[in-house]
Structure formats: structure tokens, C-alpha cells
């Protein structure tokens, strides 16, 4: 008996074990797909996981959930992206499905079901990570919905800047949370909430630790914006000026007034160019994207924009570089337009300057001096970034003895 009974405890063991593989090694097979630009053959290997009897429902929303991001992200496809989500939520209603389908909905300007979602991660998360990423989902919809309104819900902006105040409090400087603070505070006209997130997000703890390249923008902000209500023009032209010059353009545009006409064409340059750059990315990564038609249409918007500032392009023959050389002085532009390690295909860096610092090193025996550049608040910062969703980044870039940094990453 007991070899009889040690026998089936065996054959148990190596049952589970040869379940288990299987389907490590088509996940890895997705993964390894996907990473070598293979949609279609990282898909057909999800698939395969969603029919197999092997697997968890676990693993099973997770397919359905992979499946629903990338039908998304690189196909705009909304209803088969709903679809899987509907079939990731049957298998496993976790936080992490609640705040994709919270995404796509708002994706897809359905602000009232993407709030219902982020809601729905909220109360169902498990852990602190969990329930801050589905208050950051639910905040970054509340402003989408309110950005654009005649009159901001009041109940729902509230609710997302105690969300977004509760994140910073468990983690202080979270980027994200403070970047969406500043425009809830926008929306709320609430000057003590936009400094909150201001400094967060530049980790300013006090006046001795803003760095020299940002402090006209901290002197400016920090005396007008704790009693600032946005009923005062001269004080909004202020606040929209120290806003741009801190590059957070999106927030600028929404204080500016209309005499200020060169942060509103600047900010709409951004928005446009976003979405040409993603719309060129999504076709990038369905291998049907037409290099030259982008870079034409990129450099069209480029010269619109020298146009409507009132700005010469020279004489010589315009390129992506000469337009950074003339934007960054103003705006503080910054980037390059280079080819795709992954595809021999154009991508784009287009970020801010947010700091400047200079340093002697003294290596080998040689002394010199490097210039280090922090760029932020990217519009784009290539496509390995986008495809990957940051899993892969572009951390800098170097000409000469200046070092760009890419910082925030968001």
C-alpha cells in the first residue's frame, strides 16, 4: 500500500509540473514574440493559453487582459478591446482588469463607464499599491471629463484630489499623483493644491531646495498661487507663465489668458503632435507606417508652429534639429528625430528642459567639464517606450560633452 499510495503522490507531483510548464512557456513564447515586434505571433500564443484546459482562470485573465491592451493601444479598436476586458472580468474581477477597462473607456471619451471602473478597482483593491494606482486611473479621468466642461463636477474633482493627496501622503514626490494634482488643482481653482503638487512632483521640500534653473518659477508661484482663485487675470498671466516655464504646457494653456497666444499655440502643437506620433507608432508597429509621410507631416506642424509664433526658419533646408534649436531657448524643446533600434524606421524624443547643471570630472588624469540636462514631461520618448509602455526606456541621450537625462518618464 504505502508504495502504492507514495506512487500516486508522485504521479500528482509530475502531473502539476507538466501543467504548469506548458503554459510558462507559451507566456514566454508571447513575451519573447512581442518584444521582437511579433503582434500577430505573441497574439496567436495568448490564444493558445486562453484554450488550453491547463490553464487558471488567473492566467486566463491575464491573456484576455493582454489581449484587450494591445487591440487598444495598436489597433484603436474599442469593441474587441471591451470585448476581452468583459472576458478578463468573468474570469478574475481584479483591481488591474477594473483600471484597463477604466483606461480604454476613457480612451474612448465613455468618462461616466471609465469612472464606474476606476470606482470598481477602488473598492476591490487588495493592497496599497493596487488601491493608488486605481486613485491615480480615477483621477486622471476626472480630469479628462472636467477639463473640457462649461463646469466641473464638483463632487467627482473632490473626490479625485483627496485620492490624489492620500496617494502623495503614502508616497511623497510620486510623480504621477503630483502631475495630475497641479490640474485638479487648476480645475478646483485651487492655488494651495497646484503649489502641493508643483513642489511634489520637482521634490521641493522648501525654499533651499529648488534648483537655481526653476527658482523665478517657484518665487512666482509661491507667492501667488496660496490665495489664488483664477478670478485675477494679471495673476493668471503669472501663474501660466511660471507653469510654462516649469514646461508643464497642458496646465499653462488652461490659465493663459488669450493675450497670451505663444504658451496656447504651444501646448496645441504638443496635443497634435501627440497624436500624430502615436497614430505614426500604431502603424509602426503593424509594420504599415510610411517613414517619409511622417516626417513630412511632422515637419509641416514644426513650420505651422514657427508661423503662428511669428518665428523665421532660416534659409536652409528645415529639419527636426533646427526647429529644436529654435524652440529650445523659448519653450525649452528638446529631443531628437532618430531611427528605431528595434525597426530601421524614424522614432521621436520630443521633451522639456526642466533643469541644467554643469559639473568638472576629473577621470584617468584628464579634468574636463559636462553639462547635464534633465529632460521631462515627453510628449514622446521614442518608440521602444511606447510599445513596451515604458518596460523598455530611453533613458538619455549625449552630444558632445552635454548628457541629456530623461527623468519623469511620463
Given at each position: 500500500?504505502?508504495?502504492?499510495?507514495?506512487?500516486?503522490?508522485?504521479?500528482?507531483?509530475?502531473?502539476?509540473?507538466?501543467?504548469?510548464?506548458?503554459?510558462?512557456?507559451?507566456?514566454?513564447?508571447?513575451?519573447?514574440?512581442?518584444?521582437?515586434?511579433?503582434?500577430?505571433?505573441?497574439?496567436?500564443?495568448?490564444?493558445?493559453?486562453?484554450?488550453?484546459?491547463?490553464?487558471?482562470?488567473?492566467?486566463?485573465?491575464?491573456?484576455?487582459?493582454?489581449?484587450?491592451?494591445?487591440?487598444?493601444?495598436?489597433?484603436?479598436?474599442?469593441?474587441?478591446?471591451?470585448?476581452?476586458?468583459?472576458?478578463?472580468?468573468?474570469?478574475?474581477?481584479?483591481?488591474?482588469?477594473?483600471?484597463?477597462?477604466?483606461?480604454?473607456?476613457?480612451?474612448?471619451?465613455?468618462?461616466?463607464?471609465?469612472?464606474?471602473?476606476?470606482?470598481?478597482?477602488?473598492?476591490?483593491?487588495?493592497?496599497?499599491?493596487?488601491?493608488?494606482?486605481?486613485?491615480?486611473?480615477?483621477?486622471?479621468?476626472?480630469f479628462l471629463q472636467n477639463s473640457?466642461?462649461?463646469?466641473?463636477?464638483?463632487?467627482?474633482?473632490?473626490?479625485?484630489?483627496?485620492?490624489?493627496?492620500?496617494?502623495?501622503?503614502?508616497?511623497?514626490?510620486?510623480?504621477?499623483?503630483?502631475?495630475?494634482?497641479?490640474?485638479?488643482?487648476?480645475?478646483?481653482?485651487?492655488?494651495?493644491?497646484?503649489?502641493?503638487?508643483?513642489?511634489?512632483?520637482?521634490?521641493?521640500?522648501?525654499?533651499?531646495?529648488?534648483?537655481?534653473?526653476?527658482?523665478?518659477?517657484?518665487?512666482?508661484?509661491?507667492?501667488?498661487?496660496?490665495?489664488?482663485?483664477?478670478?485675477?487675470?494679471?495673476?493668471?498671466?503669472?501663474?501660466?507663465?511660471?507653469?510654462?516655464?516649469?514646461?508643464?504646457?497642458?496646465?499653462?494653456?488652461?490659465?493663459?489668458?488669450?493675450?497670451?497666444?505663444?504658451?496656447?499655440?504651444?501646448?496645441?502643437?504638443?496635443?497634435?503632435?501627440?497624436?500624430?506620433?502615436?497614430?505614426?507608432?500604431?502603424?509602426?508597429?503593424?509594420?504599415?507606417?510610411?517613414?517619409?509621410?511622417?516626417?513630412?507631416?511632422?515637419?509641416?506642424?514644426?513650420?505651422?508652429?514657427?508661423?503662428?509664433?511669428?518665428?523665421?526658419?532660416?534659409?536652409?533646408?528645415?529639419?527636426?534639429?533646427?526647429?529644436?534649436?529654435?524652440?529650445?531657448?523659448?519653450?525649452?524643446?528638446?529631443?531628437?528625430?532618430?531611427?528605431?533600434?528595434?525597426?530601421?524606421?524614424?522614432?521621436?524624443?520630443?521633451?522639456?528642459?526642466?533643469?541644467?547643471?554643469?559639473?568638472?570630472?576629473?577621470?584617468y588624469g584628464y579634468k574636463g567639464?559636462?553639462?547635464?540636462?534633465?529632460?521631462?514631461?515627453?510628449?514622446?520618448?521614442?518608440?521602444?517606450?511606447?510599445?513596451?509602455?515604458?518596460?523598455?526606456?530611453?533613458?538619455?541621450?549625449?552630444?558632445?560633452?552635454?548628457?541629456?537625462?530623461?527623468?519623469?518618464?511620463?
Open positions: 500500500m504505502k508504495k502504492v499510495a507514495l506512487s500516486i503522490i508522485l504521479l500528482l507531483i509530475s502531473a502539476r509540473i507538466s501543467i504548469a510548464v506548458p503554459i510558462n512557456l507559451l507566456w514566454d513564447k508571447a513575451e519573447q514574440a512581442f518584444f521582437n515586434y511579433d503582434l500577430s505571433g505573441s497574439a496567436a500564443a495568448i490564444r493558445e493559453i486562453i484554450h488550453s484546459p491547463q490553464t487558471t482562470q488567473e492566467d486566463r485573465a491575464k491573456a484576455f487582459r493582454t489581449l484587450a491592451k494591445r487591440d487598444w493601444q495598436f489597433f484603436n479598436d474599442y469593441t474587441l478591446a471591451k470585448k476581452h476586458m468583459d472576458s478578463a472580468l468573468s474570469a478574475t474581477a481584479t483591481p488591474e482588469n477594473y483600471i484597463l477597462l477604466s483606461d480604454i473607456e476613457a480612451g474612448a471619451t465613455h468618462y461616466s463607464a471609465s469612472l464606474i471602473a476606476a470606482e470598481k478597482a477602488l473598492s476591490s483593491a487588495r493592497s496599497s499599491a493596487e488601491w493608488q494606482s486605481a486613485a491615480l486611473c480615477y483621477a486622471h479621468t476626472a473640457t466642461a462649461p463646469k466641473p463636477h464638483t463632487a467627482t474633482v473632490d473626490k479625485a484630489a483627496r485620492l490624489l493627496q492620500s496617494v502623495l501622503e503614502q508616497m511623497p514626490g510620486h510623480p504621477e499623483a503630483a502631475r495630475q494634482l497641479i490640474g485638479i488643482g487648476i480645475l478646483k481653482k485651487d492655488g494651495a493644491l497646484i503649489l502641493s503638487g508643483w513642489n511634489a512632483y520637482f521634490h521641493f521640500s522648501g525654499p533651499q531646495t529648488v534648483w537655481t534653473y526653476q527658482q523665478a518659477n517657484a518665487d512666482t508661484l509661491s507667492s501667488i498661487l496660496p490665495q489664488w482663485t483664477g478670478r485675477n487675470s494679471s495673476q493668471n498671466v503669472q501663474v501660466a507663465r511660471a507653469l510654462a516655464g516649469s514646461r508643464f504646457y497642458e496646465y499653462a494653456a488652461m490659465v493663459a489668458t488669450p493675450a497670451q497666444q505663444d504658451i496656447l499655440h504651444y501646448a496645441a502643437f504638443l496635443r497634435q503632435t501627440g497624436k500624430q506620433i502615436t497614430h505614426y507608432y500604431q502603424q509602426l508597429a503593424r509594420k504599415q507606417a510610411n517613414d517619409s509621410l511622417f516626417e513630412k507631416q511632422l515637419l509641416q506642424s514644426c513650420t505651422k508652429l514657427l508661423q503662428q509664433l511669428h518665428l523665421s526658419a532660416g534659409t536652409q533646408a528645415f529639419t527636426y534639429d533646427a526647429f529644436l534649436e529654435i524652440m529650445a531657448p523659448r519653450f525649452g524643446t528638446s529631443g531628437f528625430l532618430g531611427v528605431s533600434s528595434g525597426f530601421s524606421s524614424k522614432e521621436i524624443c520630443l521633451g522639456h528642459i526642466v533643469n541644467i547643471t554643469h559639473k568638472e570630472v576629473l577621470q567639464a559636462l553639462t547635464f540636462i534633465e529632460v521631462d514631461l515627453m510628449t514622446s520618448n521614442g518608440f521602444t517606450g511606447w510599445f513596451t509602455d515604458g518596460k523598455s526606456r530611453n533613458g538619455g541621450w549625449s552630444v558632445n560633452d552635454t548628457i541629456y537625462q530623461v527623468e519623469k518618464l511620463i
